[in-house]
């Protein structure tokens, strides 16, 4: 039913607003970038060691064991919720696959008979191509985040709960059954697909880290998603009015959902990753990992009001992060110093985003 | 104007609402027809909202029946009303202060490009839709821009755009006057008259007498739950309306 334009618009009272007043020049994750900047050429200076080959491998490795949960969680904070079981389920993902790993290696067990058999000589042999043992563990460590995220789901979404309780709940539950299902033991990625294991999670490609690869991509598909897509398009809606979006008919309640699978998910192969890297998964690994989690976020301008965040600003907020800390080491100051500065970032980094916002 | 031959757009009979002991509405019958503008009128309490969100289909009636353009209906969520043709501009706007006046029009029902198994927003084809909108309710709203930069008047303007995608035969306006300037004010009667040439029946909801006799063709007036008068709007004043609002005359 279009109706005839009757004349064109002039926007005589209505200005433009100026491209440095808009867009990543205006929000928070523009100015932590800046400051980010400033950082690494103070830091270039303080110390000859820092801008090495080798120290930047290692910047990188680093900052990607914790920049796909933030990813995950930035997701979660878009939606004006907030997941604090990321560190539980990264430990929780990451035993399931090394003892789903050993299990199918094992010859005499019921599960292994499938993948593997004992050769004449008394070694394992794997007995179908190789590489599976592998994908069926680390689908299985993906499987159990993928049942955590749908319970915080449901919780919240359907059974109205907050988000706060609902994931501090989780974080205990989760971490308590890694303890139960190991012992408190941990467990110990094993057989012969132990080697690609190793490979996939903290190998490297002409020098560039595997997680870093791997964060690159998930962090371009997270950009896609969230604004070329109407998924996207509604985690946004959800973080600025709630109201809102039910009245426009977005579906709230799937959304929801959606996203705590999706960070918990992140969350899984973020602890998978880590376990590679660290050659087990200990029963208390990642212990506290969801308060780096989410201080990377905001840091990076995740707004935990909702409505605002996004992958670029996860990914500063873990370099900063990564970078202090590497920095305090460098310069050989104590590493408990770290902590106490992430703290006075943290809030620098809200209070200069709230006085910009008090000038406009 | 009414037409007596022509199906109402919307016909209720006998609508009733219970909230546990509290009754909001009880046994109200209306129609309303195409192209037609009607003003509904009354007292906070009256009922008038609770009305609107029967309609809307955020409340389901506890009594009574909706007919929509002669069919038997019945909504559970809003998007039912909003599938037959409903469409309703909130008093609060119902905005994502976040997003910008183009992806508010769209939102929840964006318009997409497949790229094989992917279906990708079209940023061009929404904007360019969205200005469209805006011109016709000559509103400078620029559609990339954040809907927390804008005025009270372009907030409105986006609401209204809002409910011209759709092929609405019923528009609900909740307040849409309340809160914007006189020039605003014009702009949105002037677009409730365009609306109405279109064919699409209109209902306004508003505490303004001025603009209730201004743009509609009918007046129904609602007190303690219930449906007071119901009369065209040249065969009653504001005085009478008020009378009736207040209580001061019982029905009419």
Not at chain 2, 180 to 199: D, N, P, T, W
Not at chain 2, 214 to 232: F, I, P
Request: overall charge neutral; charged content about 15%; aromatic content about 6%.
């Amino acid at each position: 039913m279009a109706m005839p334009m009757e004349s064109p618009i002039s926007f005589t009272n209505i200005g433009r607003i100026r491209w440095w007043q808009r867009g990543i020049f205006a929000s928070q994750t523009g100015y932590v970038l800046l400051a980010l900047a400033v950082l690494l050429v103070v830091m270039h200076f303080a110390s000859p060691y820092f801008f090495t080959e080798g120290n930047m491998q290692n910047v990188a490795k680093n900052f990607s064991f914790i920049a796909i949960a933030t990813l995950g969680v930035t997701f979660v904070i878009i939606t004006g919720g907030i997941d604090l079981s990321v560190g539980s389920m990264m430990c929780f993902s990451a035993m399931i696959t090394s003892m789903v790993m050993t299990e199918l290696s094992a010859p005499g067990s019921p599960a292994g008979a499938l993948f593997v058999h004992m050769a004449a000589d008394g070694k394992t042999v794997v007995a179908n191509v190789p590489g599976l043992i592998l994908v069926v563990s680390v689908l299985a460590g993906l499987g159990v985040a993928l049942i955590a995220g749908l319970v915080n789901g449901f919780c919240i979404a359907v059974l109205g709960l907050s988000p706060f309780v609902t994931t501090l709940g989780m974080l205990s539950i989760v971490r308590g059954l890694g303890y139960v299902v190991s012992n408190g033991r941990g467990s110990f990625p094993g057989g012969p697909d132990a080697n690609y294991f190793y490979a996939a999670t903290s190998g490297d490609v002409l020098g560039v880290p595997v997680p870093f690869i791997y964060l690159v991509i998930l962090a371009l598909a997270m950009a896609v998603v969230l604004h070329h897509t109407s998924f996207g398009r509604h985690v946004f809606a959800l973080g600025g009015n709630e109201k809102a979006a039910e009245l426009t008919g977005i579906p709230v309640v799937r959304v929801k959902i959606e996203v705590y699978v999706i960070c918990a998910l992140a969350a899984g192969l973020q602890g998978i990753i880590i376990s590679g890297w660290l050659g087990s998964a200990p029963a208390n690994m990642a212990t506290s990992y969801e308060l780096n989690v989410i201080a990377a976020a905001v840091i990076g301008g995740a707004n935990l009001a909702g409505g605002i965040g996004g992958p670029l600003g996860a990914i500063v907020g873990c370099v900063l992060l990564e970078v202090i800390r590497n920095g305090l080491v460098l310069a050989q100051v104590s590493s408990y110093w770290q902590q106490t500065l992430v703290g006075v970032i943290i809030i620098l980094a809200v209070l200069v985003d709230r006085i910009r916002s008090r000038m406009t | 104007m009414a037409n007596a031959d022509a199906t109402p757009v919307l016909e209720l009979t006998g609508i009733g609402k219970e909230f546990g002991a509290i009754r909001a509405l009880h046994d109200v019958d209306l129609q309303v027809f195409p192209g037609e503008v009607v003003g509904l009128m009354g007292d906070n309490g009256a009922g008038k909202s609770t009305l609107v969100k029967i309609i809307a289909g955020n409340f389901r009636p506890s009594h009574g029946e909706i007919r929509f353009a002669g069919n038997a209906v019945h909504f559970s969520r809003p998007i039912d009303a909003r599938a037959v043709g409903i469409e309703v501009v909130y008093q609060d706007l119902a905005l994502s202060d976040n997003l910008t006046a183009a992806a508010n029009v769209f939102l929840g029902r964006e318009l997409k490009r497949k790229f094989g198994p992917i279906a990708l927003l079209d940023h061009k084809a929404m904007a360019a839709r969205a200005l469209e909108l805006f011109g016709e309710l000559r509103s400078e709203t620029r559609p990339d821009d954040l809907v927390k930069q804008m005025s009270g008047g372009q907030r409105q303007a986006v609401a209204i755009a809002r409910t011209r995608l759709s092929n609405a035969r019923l528009v609900m306006m909740d307040e849409p006057t309340a809160a914007i300037s006189v020039r605003q004010v014009e702009q949105v009667l002037g677009l409730i008259h365009r609306l109405k040439e279109q064919g699409v029946a209109v209902m306004l909801i508003s505490h303004r007498m001025p603009d209730v006799f201004a743009v509609c063709d009918r007046v129904v007036v609602m007190r303690r739950g219930e449906k007071r008068a119901d009369k065209a709007i040249h065969q009653t004043s504001p005085e009478e309306v008020t009378a009736l609002i207040t209580g001061a005359k019982e029905a009419a």
